[in-house]
Every structure is written in C-alpha cells, then in structure tokens.
C-alpha cells in the first residue's frame, strides 16, 4: 500500500489551503482515512478522521476550520484548510488503516505566515 501526498505550501494567515492523499494498492473496503500534522518539537498529532461510513472526528483546534473528505472509489482523502492560523504550521501526513494495518504518507509541509 502507498500513499501519496500533495497540496502543502505556503500560505498567508486567514488563507486556505486543500490537501490530497491517494492511496494505491491492496485496501480493505473498509478502512479509516485520516491527516496528521508534526510541527518542529512536537509529537506527531491527530488532525481530522474518516471513516468508511462517514464517520468524521476532528481534533478540538481544527474543528470548524477544516473539513476532512473522502472518496472511497478513488481510495482518496482530502483536508480543505480555512482561516489557517501560524500555529497550523507543520508537516501534514495522510494515514490509512484497517484492523492492525496502518500506513503513512510521505508529508507535506505546510507553513502559514503571520
């Protein structure tokens, strides 16, 4: 399985940004989609999540601002981004997992500019 990233870059503050994440080979139909983030000196957090049911959980500092989607027949996550802030600056990564299987992205790196 393979995920491959893209959509970072830079960005203003109050700006918008939307990532892309599509994922390639062997999947389980049922499977939960989601993005992380790592900012310089911190832990590796949860961004948004979605489920092959449409179930979606937000983190409480992104709840409002992004919108996490999926399209399953593409095997495709996206995170549209509003009114990012500097401290949404970090390196984003898509994860994709079913049962005991999990797998990363490679990152894209966001940075958001006071």
């Known amino acids: 399985v393979q995920l491959q990233a893209s959509g970072g870059g830079l960005v203003q503050a109050g700006g918008s940004l939307r990532l892309s994440c599509a994922a390639s080979?062997?999947?389980?139909?049922?499977?939960?989609m989601a993005w992380y983030r790592q900012a310089p000196g911190k832990q590796r957090e949860l961004v948004a999540r979605?489920?092959?049911?449409?179930?979606?959980t937000y983190a409480a500092s992104t709840k409002g601002r992004f919108t996490i989607s999926r399209d399953s027949a593409k095997n495709t996550v996206y995170l549209q981004m509003n009114t990012l802030k500097p401290e949404d600056t970090a390196v984003y990564y898509c994860n994709l997992g079913w049962g005991l299987y999990q797998y990363w992205g490679q990152g894209t790196l966001v940075t958001v500019s006071s």
């Open positions: 080979g062997s999947i389980s139909s049922t499977n939960r």
């Open positions: 979605i489920l092959t049911d449409g179930t979606i």
